[in-house]
């Protein structure tokens, strides 16, 4: 694992097995989408390991213990509308109690500027770890204009959870929020001049989803 302030790229071998058959353009719509889901859980194991704790009183077969348990209100998770829906499933499966927002962005063709046309998140943001959950992080537009609407919202500790990175949208992001980390399974080489990472995987949401 390699780890910055800002960065951790996940550098497990199964998060990286699971990458590159992902990226293969002959892998179908229903193995991309189930990878996505593995893949995201190994991710997820990351981007929660500063969750806070506590200890409660608890009786096991055998006699009582202080336990450790999480502290603090339940975290939530928000999906950057459509494709990071298939990161927030495969989270949900593991910590299945977290509050769940979206917030709906596309990216306008000609400007790869964010435009914005759903946002709905759970309330008491400022007491909660908000997990933003996006598969790619190209441009950082959508990124940064998500994360501005959830600051706004009263969110403090924010952080980001990506499947592929693009060396422009790290910054991006790092010059936008410096306050949120970024969790991604890998830093790919740049954009092209419609916005795709290189050598990525084409449109995760349309891999995901089966359109084109």
Avoid: W
């Amino acid at each position: 694992m390699t780890e910055t302030e800002h960065l951790t790229v996940v550098s497990h071998p199964l998060v990286q097995h699971k990458l590159t058959i992902m990226r293969d353009k002959e892998t179908s719509t229903a193995s991309f989408r189930r990878l996505l889901r593995e893949i995201s859980q190994l991710l997820a194991y990351e981007v929660t390991r500063g969750l806070p704790m506590t200890t409660r009183r608890i009786e096991t077969p055998l006699c009582e213990m202080d336990a450790p348990a999480l502290e603090g209100k339940k975290l939530v998770l928000v999906s950057i509308l459509r494709a990071g829906n298939g990161l927030l499933d495969g989270i949900l499966e593991l910590v299945p109690a977290a509050r769940v927002g979206f917030v709906g962005l596309y990216r306008d063709p000609e400007t790869l500027q964010p435009v914005q046309y759903y946002y709905k998140v759970p309330a008491e943001l400022d007491d909660r770890m908000v997990i933003v959950v996006d598969p790619m992080l190209a441009t950082g537009n959508s990124s940064a204009a998500a994360v501005d609407l959830l600051k706004q919202s009263g969110a403090k500790n924010i952080r980001f959870l990506c499947l592929l990175a693009a060396p422009e949208g790290i910054e991006r992001m790092r010059q936008a929020h410096p306050d949120v980390p970024i969790v991604t399974a890998a830093v790919d080489d740049h954009l092209n001049d419609h916005g795709y990472i290189v050598p990525g995987l084409g449109d995760a949401g349309d891999r995901m989803f089966g359109t084109k």
